[in-house]
């Protein structure tokens, strides 16, 4: 019976590509045990350790903390940069990954080096960049004020919620992408052109054929773009001065623990909890869409 | 990679999805890390070469690369062992181990900061311990290295794990009935066949250490006197303190974004070349 299990264990393992032996002996022991070792100090335990700081004051100091009004308030701004990064970023990454993965033309490798600029930047840099463009001293401020004047409006493009989100697009901008082209590269072209050589438009052609392909790496790539579009602090820190209007939760988080008291140093580990708590969530969607994408395949 | 034929386009939307990418691209990438160069133009080359050399800013340059370089070397060590131990063997909590390990790209890099800040202070659970050994962790250049590792372990296990699940045993199974041993094995039969992706994991990891802000802020201290200033650091202070100095900035950001550039580049060279490699 138990034989029975261990074969059909193998056959499995074999037909999903998986390999993995129970390790025996004493480097493969030693290296797990390193492995856990820094596992266990590097990314556990500071989990433990924002958990335990949290709730260090009980939980009424936890619950305050969480309600206070500029939380709430970091916590609007937070969720609506990363609702328009994502969004913004999705459309440019299906755009980009089609451009560059369905044709041939000159300078596309450079096109798709450019792309992924964004994650060897310094996240500082993204702000900078932003204030050089629209802050004060900015080249583009006369005419954003021309508008401005034109249209009666009073739109300002730092040190205001659209700063932030145009920082948080910044950082986020080839998370897509990036999940996209691979996938789309594999497929190839050969069924979309069938597609069209039976005359099916393009917008059909996208829906039937290509889109089925890429949705797991599309989920996914939308999943690591709203993680770190929540999660961004450098750059939107460098455009962002109003707490309580255009702080993100992040920046919440850093106001609280700068503020230097025992009391509003566990506040600021309060609101932490509820990062990580995010981030646990944007972990295990990940895991998810990462096991249905490949049981798929 | 598709053969290369001049056939005509058959597929719509080209020329459509083309202007759409290079457009957003440009208008949110491309022209405002171009204004930094132009910001940074303003000054004369004098100004700028004595900006850029002045101690406190030499000294952040030197600091980040060293410390980015010594958490990435320290990454690559522990990240392959790890890599290595979440492809070839199975545990319990292999998957929710394999999970985790892109937990500080999900977290918040200021959550990250303040945390690691307060465990490795004299008065944290780590920091106390090695106090008792004589390392001060927190407020030090120790300090910054462990953020860094902090933040850049997903990168070297994420580029090593593909490879390494490509990776035949056969190879190892050959090498040792030849008679080799297993340290040999390691380093002439699977180390060269790694090094590609090992190389890539490091570049990332190197890329985004020595332009990290949020992680390192808290755990550094940003003390001149110590040399414990990150160049992000440098920068976000000439942006906020009393006298605001954006020339200072962009002529800082510049030199980073030239750093960060190269890197992109070697990394993108080393790439190329394990494509080489493995496609014969």
Redesign the interface.
């Known amino acids: 019976m138990k034989k029975e299990i261990v074969v059909k264990e193998k056959a499995s393992n074999q037909k999903e590509g998986k390999r993995g032996t129970k390790p025996h002996g004493l480097v493969p022991c030693l290296l797990l045990g390193v492995g856990v070792l820094f596992f266990l100090i590097m990314l556990v335990f500071p989990l433990a350790e924002v958990i335990y700081r949290s709730l260090k004051e009980g939980l009424e100091v936890y619950g305050a903390a969480i309600m206070a009004e500029n939380t709430l308030s970091a916590l609007k701004v937070t969720l609506i940069a990363t609702i328009i990064a994502v969004l913004v970023n999705t459309f440019f990454g299906l755009c980009a990954s089609w451009c560059l993965t369905k044709f041939d033309f000159r300078g596309k490798n450079i096109l798709s080096t450019l792309i992924d600029i964004p994650f060897s930047v310094s996240p500082v840099i993204a702000g900078l960049a932003y204030l050089m463009v629209f802050g004060r001293m900015g080249w583009a401020t006369p005419y954003v004020e021309k508008i401005n004047e034109f249209l009666g409006t009073d739109i300002a493009l730092v040190f205001s919620v659209p700063g932030v989100v145009l920082a948080t697009i910044f950082v986020t901008f080839p998370f897509v992408s990036r999940e996209l082209i691979p996938v789309m590269q594999a497929q190839g072209t050969a069924e979309e052109e069938a597609a069209v050589m039976l005359g099916a438009k393009g917008s059909t052609v996208f829906r039937k054929v290509t889109f089925p392909h890429i949705k797991w790496a599309l989920l996914y790539g939308i999943i690591l773009c709203a993680a770190r579009a929540f999660g961004e602090f450098g750059a939107v820190y460098a455009v962002s001065k109003a707490r309580g209007k255009t702080f993100t939760l992040p920046l919440e988080v850093d106001a609280l623990y700068m503020a230097g008291s025992a009391e509003s140093i566990t506040q600021a580990f309060a609101v932490s909890s509820l990062l990580v708590l995010l981030s646990i969530i944007i972990l295990v969607l990940k895991q998810i869409v990462e096991y249905r994408g490949k049981r798929e395949l | 990679m598709?053969k290369?034929?001049k056939s005509k386009?058959?597929?719509?939307?080209?020329g459509?999805?083309?202007g759409?990418?290079?457009a957003?691209?440009s208008l949110?990438?491309?022209?405002?890390?171009a204004?930094?160069l132009?910001?940074s133009f303003r000054m004369s080359f004098g100004e700028f070469l004595e900006l850029i050399t002045r101690s406190n800013v030499c000294q952040a340059f030197a600091t980040s690369i060293t410390c980015a370089f010594i958490a990435s070397v320290i990454n690559c060590i522990?990240g392959l062992?790890?890599a290595?131990?979440?492809?070839?063997?199975?545990?319990p909590g292999?998957?929710l181990?394999d999970?985790?390990?892109?937990?500080?790209?999900?977290?918040?890099?200021?959550?990250?900061g303040?945390?690691?800040s307060?465990?490795y202070s004299d008065q944290?659970?780590?920091g106390s311990l090695l106090e008792k050994v004589g390392i001060k962790a927190s407020y030090s250049k120790v300090g910054i290295v462990i953020a860094l590792?902090?933040v850049g372990?997903p990168f070297v296990v994420r580029a090593l794990q593909p490879v390494l699940?490509k990776l035949p045993?056969s190879y190892e199974e050959a090498s040792e009935i030849l008679g080799a041993s297993?340290f040999y094995t390691f380093r002439r039969v699977i180390l060269p066949e790694l090094t590609p992706a090992l190389l890539a994991g490091f570049g990332?990891a190197l890329?985004?250490g020595?332009?990290?802000?949020?992680s390192v802020i808290?755990i550094s201290g940003n003390s001149e006197r110590e040399g414990t200033q990150m160049?992000?650091y440098v920068?976000?202070q000439k942006?906020n303190s009393g006298r605001v100095d954006?020339e200072g900035?962009?002529a800082i950001?510049l030199v980073?974004?030239l750093i960060?550039?190269l890197?992109?580049f070697i990394?993108?060279m080393v790439q190329v070349i394990a494509g080489r490699r493995t496609k014969r």
């Not at chain 2, 020595?210 to 949020?214: H, S």
């Open positions: 598709a290369k034929q386009r058959v597929l719509p939307g080209f459509l999805t083309m759409i990418s290079v957003m691209f949110l990438i491309f022209i405002p890390l204004s930094i132009i910001y522990f062992i790890l290595w131990v979440l492809v070839r063997y199975n545990f292999k998957r181990m999970g985790m390990i892109e937990l500080p790209f999900a977290i918040p890099t200021s959550v990250a303040i945390t690691l307060k465990m944290g659970f780590f590792v902090f372990i699940e045993e297993r990332l890329a985004r020595i332009g990290e802000y949020g808290y160049v992000s920068i976000m942006l954006h900035a962009a950001a980073l974004l960060s550039f890197l992109l990394v993108n």
